[in-house]
């Protein structure tokens, strides 16, 4: 019988602590699913941040001139900027080696669900060819290119026709003509070819036929390109809105003055517009949440909140053991044969080499919080994306180690212990 109650009791203390792993497990996941749901989210926008490099007039020669110097170092890939006017669109346009490349990763080369606005992988990056396509995820908040369902209603069509393509080889104006209801495998409008202008008779009878909104469908001019903006739909799963525009460079006389068109960093205010995200913070990027984990394990070893009276209780108990024990041997000094007054001195020998390494063990406790801090702090930036790790993690998990270390170590009572009697009495 008293077999089967420790079994019990060994099996239901088992079953706890399943549970508990299994619901921290939960917990750390929620965490991070929550976590990136929200900065996904928050930085799908162009932010402060990122609108700081975008390309900015040039006003040293006659010319209107946009340098990319700044974009291109934060990333090679990038071909353009992109803007429809008085919508969220307005993004730096890069180019993979395939259509999947930046499917789900930053300009910054952080992987993301919301990607990057991108040209395919067929077109030249100079935007130079007849027929470009460009492609971004339609995002329920408006971000990336989910303004573009707004295109199906004819008000917003019609109000929302203008925007600007700056390019390192010059900058186009962009003026919608339709807005297209397809699937993701229509050759008419995604299969990218050389020869794009002969076929385009096609793809302008496509058009016609599937447009929710048009106006002034182009025909074939030589000084005018077409442009499509590539984005998903939420009512089918390989549904897709595409907005359709004619692209020419930009003019002066007819377009107005980009420079006051265009919308730039200085320009953007906090209670104005969703372009004021943060994030996007070039110099950190991500901060790492098992770094976040060793600081919380690493204050856990010094403030055990299962057993915080048990851990500081014990000093406490020991100086009260000293000073009874050495009552007792004052006591008892003038016999020299009393076994329990030697053992008792043993006693006090260990508790006092015990406290000791308590003081010490506490104060290594405390250093290597006070260092995993500050290590997290000058590492890590909480306003980015979280990761699951870092180059920092190494580093976060030796210093919690060290205080477990010194935990074990030095707060943990290895000595001769009081006699049973004594002690439940003290008790």
Not at 37 to 63: H, M
Not at 159 to 180: E, M, R, W
Not at 261 to 273: E, G, H, S, W
Request: hydrophobic share 40%; with cysteine.
């Amino acid at each position: 019988m008293d077999l089967l109650n420790r079994s019990a009791k060994a099996a239901n203390t088992v079953l706890m602590i399943f549970v508990a792993l299994a619901a921290a497990i939960m917990l750390i996941s929620g965490i991070y699913v929550l976590n990136d749901i929200y900065y996904t989210n928050r930085t799908a926008f162009a932010s402060y941040d990122l609108l700081q490099y975008r390309p900015q007039l040039n006003d040293d020669t006659e010319e209107e001139k946009y340098t990319f110097s700044e974009l291109e170092d934060l990333n090679p890939d990038t071909v353009g900027w992109i803007e429809m006017f008085g919508t969220n669109i307005n993004y730096p346009v890069v180019q993979g080696n395939d259509n999947l490349e930046y499917l789900n990763k930053d300009i910054f080369g952080y992987n993301t669900l919301t990607g990057s606005i991108y040209l395919a992988a067929e077109n030249d990056p100079g935007i130079n060819d007849w027929y470009n396509l460009i492609y971004g995820h339609h995002m329920d908040n408006g971000a990336m290119f989910g303004d573009i369902e707004k295109y199906l209603d004819p008000e917003f069509f019609a109000s929302h026709s203008s925007g600007i393509l700056q390019t390192s080889h010059g900058d186009y104006s962009i003026k919608v003509f339709a807005c297209v209801r397809t699937n993701a495998y229509e050759d008419a409008v995604y299969q990218i070819s050389g020869d794009a202008e002969e076929k385009y008779p096609v793809l302008r009878s496509y058009i016609e036929e599937h447009a929710e909104n048009s106006v002034n469908i182009p025909d074939i001019m030589d000084n005018s390109h077409i442009l499509g903006m590539s984005t998903c739909s939420d009512a089918v799963t390989d549904g897709r809105i595409v907005l359709f525009a004619s692209i020419s460079p930009w003019d002066k006389k007819t377009d107005g003055n980009a420079a006051a068109l265009i919308t730039k960093a200085d320009d953007v205010q906090p209670d104005k517009m969703k372009l004021f995200a943060i994030g996007h913070k070039v110099s950190s990027g991500k901060w790492a949440f098992l770094n976040l984990m060793c600081v919380i394990c690493t204050l856990l070893t010094l403030l055990p909140v299962w057993a915080l009276r048990k851990k500081f209780g014990q000093m406490s108990y020991s100086k009260k053991t000293i000073r009874r024990l050495e009552d007792r041997i004052k006591e008892n000094e003038n016999d020299t044969k009393d076994k329990q007054n030697d053992d008792a001195e043993t006693v006090v020998k260990d508790l006092k080499h015990f406290l000791r390494k308590c003081r010490i063990g506490i104060i290594i406790e405390i250093i290597t919080l006070i260092i995993s801090v500050i290590a997290f702090l000058l590492t890590e930036d909480i306003t980015a994306r979280m990761g699951i790790r870092d180059r920092w993690t190494g580093l976060m998990i030796l210093i919690a180690a060290a205080a477990l270390l010194a935990d074990i170590i030095c707060l943990r009572y290895r000595g001769k212990l009081p006699d049973k009697e004594e002690a439940e009495e003290e008790a």
